[in-house]
Every structure is written in structure tokens, then in C-alpha cells.
């Protein structure tokens, strides 16, 4: 039997690809958190369902291949792209230890993508994805990364940036970039993105050190070629001029 891991986009109904729908429609069990099994059941209603609170993502996985193992396709559904910070190789480490259960993930639109997007043309050269949340990674681990990317001139998309326990992450990450980029480096913040109350700011980086996000906004911090177009974040490709 099959897990399929699924990415469902930003959290809007018209964010879920093609191919996302193609093998929710194949699954016969549908697992998740409850937000996003919530938004499948808008419009897969029939299906059965097995959903979970947050911080729960092993027992939800564990469960997904117990199903499997009993002979149900099951469909494992997160936000953004399953294998960016998804649930993808949590699913492929468990289901290792069952037999005759193929794992299938399907790609989904990444906030770094769909916030990209909303905010103008972030990503166009060289860039780098870091999550500031400190549960799973030790904080001198991510404070290296930014310190690497930050020395390397990459465009580098901040996910995770505040939470009520972490009031400071960002602002202490623009510090560690400071060291390397200039104050007036253009930034930008996606919030809500595809979902009900969606903004986004264009802003620099000396401005972004004192933004207040939060667990739905995605930052986008610009290289030293990143430019501010009617209000709009655009990286160049290049270097060179064309």
C-alpha cells in the first residue's frame, strides 16, 4: 500500500496543485493536523479522516503507516511542500520499519515560493531557506547558518522567524546579518499568505530588525543586488548588468 505525503500550499484552496488533488482523490484515509485535513474536507468531504493537534507529528505519522500496513492508501497532508520543513522524511523514516509500504510524495507550493511571489521577485539569484525556530535545531547551529549565508551574499528567506517564546529570533538574526549587509538592504515580509487578512511590507533590513512577526509571516532579507521596484522586492538574476 501507499503513504502519499502531500503538500497542501499556503492554506488556499486554489494553492493545492494539481497533482496534490490527484492523490488526496487516491487515498482512502486522509492525516494531518486539523487546519489543513479541515481545508481537504472542503472539498473531499467523503473521505475518512484521522487528524491530531499540533506537536503531534510522529503518533499522526506512526498512525498513517499503521493504516498502510493494513491495506489503506493514506494521505499525509502539511502545509507548504512536504519536504520543505513537511512532514516527508519524518514519513519515509517511520514507514522504513514496515514492510511492502511505498512512500509518494507530492511536491507542494513552499511560502518561500507563494510569499515570494506576493512580495515581487525575492529568490532570483542565489538564496538560502533558514528556520529560526530553535525546537528541533540547537541556536548556535542556526546562528552559524545565518552567519554563513549572510557572509556568502545570499538572499536568505527567514521561516519561523517570532513566536511568543521567541520575541527576539528576528532581531537578532538581522543583527548577525548587519555584520554583512547594509542597513538600507531591501527586505521583505509575507503574512498570512493565500489565506484570509494576506499583506505583505517592503522594507530594509534596519527597519525589518524591529518588525513584529509572527509563526505566519515568512522574511525575506535581499543580497547586495536587491532592488526595490513600485514597492516590490526584486533580486536580479545576475550580477552582471544586461
Same mark, same amino acid.
Given at each position: ?26 487515498? @482512502? ?16 468531504? @467523503? ?11 510522529? @503518533?499522526? *505519522? ?94 536568505? *528567506? ?9 520575541? @527576539? ?74
Amino acid at each position: 500500500m501507499k503513504i502519499y505525503v502531500v503538500g497542501m500550499g499556503a492554506g488556499s484552496e486554489d494553492g493545492i496543485t494539481a497533482a496534490a488533488r490527484k492523490a488526496l482523490k487516491n487515498a @482512502d484515509v486522509i492525516v494531518g493536523y486539523t487546519v489543513y485535513a479541515d481545508l481537504v474536507k472542503k472539498f473531499l468531504p @467523503d473521505k475518512e479522516y484521522f487528524t491530531s493537534a499540533m506537536k503531534q507529528e510522529a @503518533d499522526r *505519522c506512526r498512525a498513517a503507516a499503521e493504516m498502510a500496513a493494513k491495506g489503506k492508501n493514506v494521505a499525509v497532508v502539511c502545509s507548504g511542500d512536504a519536504g520543505v520543513y513537511g512532514m516527508a522524511s519524518l514519513v519515509y523514516e517511520i514507514a522504513a520499519e514496515y514492510e511492502d509500504i511505498e512512500v509518494c510524495v507530492t511536491p507542494g507550493v513552499s511560502a518561500m515560493l507563494s510569499g515570494g511571489a506576493l512580495v515581487g521577485a525575492p529568490l532570483g539569484h542565489d538564496f538560502a531557506v533558514i528556520s529560526l525556530s530553535d525546537l528541533l535545531t540547537p541556536l548556535e547551529t542556526i546562528e552559524k547558518r545565518l552567519e554563513c549565508a549572510a557572509a556568502g551574499d545570499f538572499v536568505i *528567506c527567514l521561516y519561523n522567524p517570532s513566536s511568543k517564546k521567541r520575541r @527576539d529570533y528576528l532581531k537578532n538574526a538581522c543583527d548577525i546579518i548587519l555584520k554583512y549587509r547594509d542597513t538600507k538592504t531591501v527586505c521583505a515580509a509575507a503574512r498570512n499568505i493565500g489565506r484570509d487578512g494576506e499583506e505583505y511590507r517592503v522594507m530594509t533590513l534596519g527597519e525589518m530588525r524591529n518588525y513584529h512577526a509572527d509563526m505566519f509571516t515568512t522574511i525575506f532579507i535581499g543580497n547586495s543586488m536587491t532592488k526595490r521596484i513600485k514597492n516590490k522586492m526584486v533580486t536580479p538574476r545576475g550580477y552582471r548588468n544586461v
